[in-house]
């Protein structure tokens, strides 16, 4: 059984950082693509990010990119989202996804987590 399970959300500062932290069992992680989506109410989701977990190729958001950086753990079968110079605009909820194509775009991942809150306010 896949389960994606996101955590690390909280409230930030404008100015701010973050580190969110996902991890993924039943899943072979050669191959796979790691994602990370945002969605905030009243809006689509998003892609933020995403990782190439055999190589480390990574592919980001022009909204982010800069400020987000996406990161993995092998040993820890964990993947991390570091979020610096945190806006107000960044405000939604996060999701780790995995999928199998570096394609930033939801339909490209079939399994996701549950979500992890982000607010961006002073």
């Known amino acids: 059984q896949v389960q994606v399970v996101e955590s690390g959300g909280d409230l930030v500062q404008p100015g701010g950082s973050l580190t969110l932290s996902c991890t993924a069992s039943?899943?072979?992680?050669?191959?796979?693509?790691m994602g990370w989506f945002r969605q905030a109410p009243g809006k689509q989701r998003e892609g933020v990010g995403c990782?190439?977990?055999?190589?480390?190729?990574?592919y980001y958001a022009d909204s982010v990119k800069g400020r987000f950086t996406i990161s993995q753990d092998n040993a820890k079968n964990t993947l991390y989202l570091q979020m610096d110079s945190l806006k107000p605009e960044d405000t939604a909820m996060y999701y780790c996804?995995?999928?199998?194509?570096?394609?930033?775009?939801?339909?490209?991942?079939?399994?996701w987590g549950q979500g992890t809150q982000v607010t961006v306010s002073s």
């Open positions: 996804a995995a999928g199998v194509v570096l394609l930033l775009h939801p339909r490209y991942f079939g399994y």
């Open positions: 039943g899943l072979t992680l050669e191959g796979q693509t």
């Open positions: 990782i190439y977990l055999s190589g480390g190729t990574t």
